[in-house]
């Protein structure tokens, strides 16, 4: 599997934690998820365009 498939996996999965967290009224933990997904997002575009990727 290639490594780009396993990170949106991973990154849909813990959007997927965020909604049900969302749906339990724990808001905060899902802002701080989702902020994770940009943040880690951000990191691997930046690391794959300085790695010419």
Request: net charge positive; proline share 2%; charged share 5%.
């Amino acid at each position: 599997m290639p490594k780009t498939r396993i990170f949106t996996l991973a990154a849909l999965g813990m959007v997927l934690m965020a909604v049900l967290l969302a749906s339990f009224n724990y808001l905060l933990a899902a802002l701080i998820v989702l902020a994770s997904v940009v943040i880690g997002g951000i990191a691997l575009a930046i690391t794959a365009w300085r790695s010419g990727i």
